[in-house]
């Protein structure tokens, strides 16, 4: 299964830009790159996902490299409510039998956002 | 939010006893994941579903079955709960499978003492 690299922990400074990098060099051509986030003592939270091109959401912007080994998700300015843990995550290309892709979770980039 | 609801949200129960969590969707998803998610882990999957009464296995499925006779329902039970069981439950339901966005519920806890 194609895996995920991201550094362990970051740090930004609120209202600033941050930049959350992720390596997946053995991503497949079907593989779909998305981004979750986690605050303490929830579930995972969508922010956003792409394929190939670069993608926007009112969250956060998905940079992908043109041979897609690597992804950047950009936060335009941080917030103290963006503290939290953010994954990057191959959704497994979806095979012709109909059996669905499957999120397989790395350990994540800690973000702390100083005020 | 995504209509998924996990029960029980917490629960303490004895090594060797059986225990089944419960996730409903009121999406009308066709595919439903359990994860659980350990301190130095991260989210590991347990089974998931691509359908009524078609399951596959995880990463950690060892001690896991699971079942899912209708759309809106995904049960993840533990035969025979070990201490090693001990952790965060999540389930997570999504729509088409590859793109589409994954929503998770709000976790169960379970301690096995």
């Not at chain 1, 922990?9 to 959350?20: R, T």
Request: with cysteine; net charge neutral.
């Amino acid at each position: 299964d194609a895996k995920t690299t991201q550094p362990n922990s970051m740090e930004s400074n609120e209202e600033e830009p941050v930049h959350l990098p992720c390596n997946h060099s053995t991503i497949s051509g079907t593989d779909y790159i998305h981004w979750y986030r986690q605050l303490p003592s929830q579930g995972p939270e969508y922010v956003i996902h792409g394929l190939t091109s670069n993608v926007n959401n009112r969250m956060a912007s998905l940079a992908i490299a043109e041979d897609r080994k690597s992804s950047t998700l950009i936060l335009h300015r941080a917030t103290l409510r963006d503290a939290a843990v953010y994954y990057c995550i191959l959704l497994l290309g979806m095979r012709l039998s109909g059996n669905t892709g499957k999120l397989i979770f790395g350990q994540g980039t800690t973000l702390q956002v100083k005020p | 939010d995504a209509g998924i609801t996990q029960s029980p949200r917490h629960k303490v129960t004895e090594t060797g006893t059986p225990v089944t969590l419960r996730c409903h969707q009121t999406e009308n998803h066709r595919y439903m994941y359990w994860y659980r998610q350990d301190p130095g882990h991260g989210l590991r999957l347990i089974h998931y579903s691509y359908g009524v009464k078609d399951t596959d296995k995880g990463e950690v499925s060892d001690g896991y079955s699971v079942s899912r006779s209708k759309t809106e329902d995904f049960l993840l039970t533990l035969e025979s709960a070990t201490s090693s069981q001990t952790s965060v439950y999540f389930c997570a339901i999504s729509d088409k499978g590859t793109g589409n966005t994954i929503y998770f519920g709000e976790g169960s806890w379970l301690t096995v003492v």
